[in-house]
């Protein structure tokens, strides 16, 4: 199944198939011809699936690899990439290859977007929630106090999606990316929210037809969204639904101690909950609390956690003030709308999902 992207400056492909890593050096060299390439990968990609993609291209390409996990998007990580890309003489025709999930993703892309003032590079997305950061060309590393506060957009030339690579992830990965499709229907498709509610009730059991039907959905969904503000200068903030909470828990606890699907499950949950509460309509949020906690999810704020931490982190945002900050809300399922949220309101529906007095 293929999707098209279209920017400002740039188009390109997003292709779903399975097995497609078997042949990705073809489909590489036809989307995007180079000087050379270079493999950016994470260590349990490498373990499993480097010797089959390295195999697609019958030539040798060089790879580095890096450790797994949200630490490695730091400048330590940068800096050691950077030089690399100097030593084997990578220029300015030469094409990066983010072969891994998100964070392989947004590091190999940030690379790419800064080197020699950038090159270009391809995504080969690996987990089921790089579905949606592989697609929309932001790329980020991350500060010590706040997510992917360090990035540029930088579209890629082509994304290659294999759902055959996804079998082997764990359990918590596939909640992980599943919160993200799910997403995408609670901002901008009602009918697709329903779908997935009815379609998916195990994780473990979809089938892979559901599977390519719902990840080529999403990733339409966001390119329409990308098509319309490639630079989130206004509808694409609303791609931001439930990440405000979200990346202020995965902060707090430290990067790696939670997935980020299953943090941003919390703060959709949070953000309906503080819709009910400050707009003058209601969204019944249960039947979605209840179909999430059957797939395998905890929505509760991490008890460890205390909404004043919480709140400090929500509002590191260039939009924020000391009074109110900006939060993404639903009008209904499958409509969104960014608001301006004082403080007074989310700290006291943050205290009341912590049980705090």
């Not at 390295?54 to 630490?71: D, K, M, T």
């Not at 390119?223 to 503000?229: G, K, L, N, R």
């Not at 059957?294 to 008890?303: A, F, I, R």
């Not at 956690?305 to 509002?315: G, P, Q, V, Y």
Request: hydrophobic letters at 45%; a negative charge.
């Amino acid at each position: 199944m293929r999707v098209d992207v279209q920017t400002t400056n740039q188009s390109y492909q997003v292709l779903i198939e399975p097995g497609i890593i078997t042949r990705a050096g073809e489909e590489i060299k036809k989307a995007a011809p180079a000087s050379s390439y270079l493999i950016i990968v994470d260590e349990n990609v490498a373990t499993t699936y480097l010797s089959i993609f390295l195999a697609s291209f019958e030539q040798e390409i060089p790879y580095y690899v890096v450790p797994s996990g949200e630490a490695s998007k730091s400048f330590s990580q940068y800096e050691s990439l950077l030089d690399y890309c100097l030593q084997i003489k990578l220029d300015r025709s030469s094409v990066i290859l983010a072969f891994g999930g998100g964070v392989v993703g947004d590091l190999a892309g940030f690379v790419a977007g800064t080197y020699m003032r950038g090159i270009r590079f391809v995504q080969i997305p690996t987990t089921l929630l790089a579905h949606d950061s592989s697609v929309g060309g932001k790329v980020a590393i991350n500060l010590a106090d706040g997510k992917n506060m360090v990035g540029v957009f930088h579209q890629p030339e082509l994304v290659l999606y294999d759902p055959n690579v996804l079998k082997t992830l764990p359990e918590k990965e596939w909640r992980s990316g599943f919160a993200e499709i799910v997403k995408m229907g609670f901002i901008a498709d009602r009918a697709f929210f329903e779908w997935l509610h009815l379609e998916v009730t195990d994780l473990k059991a979809i089938k892979q037809e559901t599977l390519i039907q719902f990840i080529a959905k999403a990733v339409q969904l966001k390119a329409a969204i990308v098509q319309q503000d490639e630079r989130e200068d206004n509808v694409r903030a609303l791609l931001n639904f439930g990440h405000t909470l979200g990346h202020a828990i995965e902060a707090e606890l430290g990067y790696g101690a939670i997935t980020h699907g299953e943090a941003i499950a919390i703060g959709m949950r949070f953000a309906i909950r503080l819709g009910n509460r400050i707009l003058s309509h209601s969204i019944d949020g249960s039947s979605f609390e209840k179909w999430f906690e059957t797939l395998g999810y905890s929505l509760n704020v991490p008890p460890e956690l205390s909404a004043t931490s919480l709140l400090t982190r929500m509002k590191v945002d260039k939009k924020a003030s000391y009074q109110n900050f900006v939060m993404v809300l639903l009008d209904q399922v499958g409509q969104a709308k960014v608001y301006n949220v004082a403080v007074d309101d989310a700290m006291l529906v943050l205290k009341q999902e912590l049980g705090e007095s």
